[in-house]
Structure formats: structure tokens, C-alpha cells
């Protein structure tokens, strides 16, 4: 994600040079396909990110440190991820699609960060 970045500059010194074709078209179509790389290299990246929920919810599963429907929303949630990844590249255009995916995620790991804010991990067990 952090060489992904490259690509909000790149829209940053398209606006700001001057060695580049002033027209207001060229322009507008560079900023538009140095963003649409920036979105397809951030979706790229969170296909790690919903891998790796996914052994961290099999050991919540596991563990009785923490009750297991969060680990279970985990895994749910790498679905989710995965889901939302596979809908924008396989259906372009079809961006509706994707919110049921991301609130299965959302869900999975807000409660997960909630309950480790506010009521830690239970160690007696």
C-alpha cells in the first residue's frame, strides 16, 4: 500500500508541471487513470489484509481467551474482503454489489476492535 502511494503524487505533478501538454483533456485523462490504478492497487493490497483475518479468526476460534463468534465474524469478514476484491475486478461497473460483502466485514472487525478496547480478553480461563 505504502508504494501504491506513488500514485497520488503522480496526480499531484500532472497538475503542478508545466513539461506536459497544458490541454485540459490531457490532463483530466492522466489524473483520472493514475486514481483508477491507485484504487486498483489499494484493492490488491486488501486482498492480504482479508487473508490475514482469516487465521486470526481461526485462532479466536480456538483460543477461550475470547468468545468464539469473533472469531467466527473474522473469518466471515475475509470473505467479505475477498468478496468485494473478486466483484470489482471479475464485474466492473458493478460497485453495488459490493456493500453486502464490506458490511460483513465492517461488522467482523469493528466489534472485534470494540471488544478489545472496552472489555480486553479474559485470562481466567
Known sequence: M????????????????DYFNNSTYNLKSL???????????????QIFFGLWLLPLGIII???????????IMLI?????????IMITFLLPGNDFIIYPGLIIAMAGEFSFCF???FKGINYET
Open 2 to 17: 505504502s508504494i501504491n502511494m506513488i500514485n497520488h503524487i503522480a496526480i499531484i505533478e500532472i497538475n503542478s508541471a
Open 61 to 71: 476460534v480456538k483460543s477461550k481467551i475470547m468468545p468464539k463468534y469473533f472469531g
Open 115 to 117: 471488544r478489545l478496547l
Open 76 to 84: 466471515a469478514a475475509t470473505f467479505g474482503h475477498l468478496s468485494e
Open 31 to 45: 489524473t483520472q487513470f493514475f486514481s483508477n490504478l491507485h484504487n486498483y492497487g489499494y484493492l490488491i493490497a
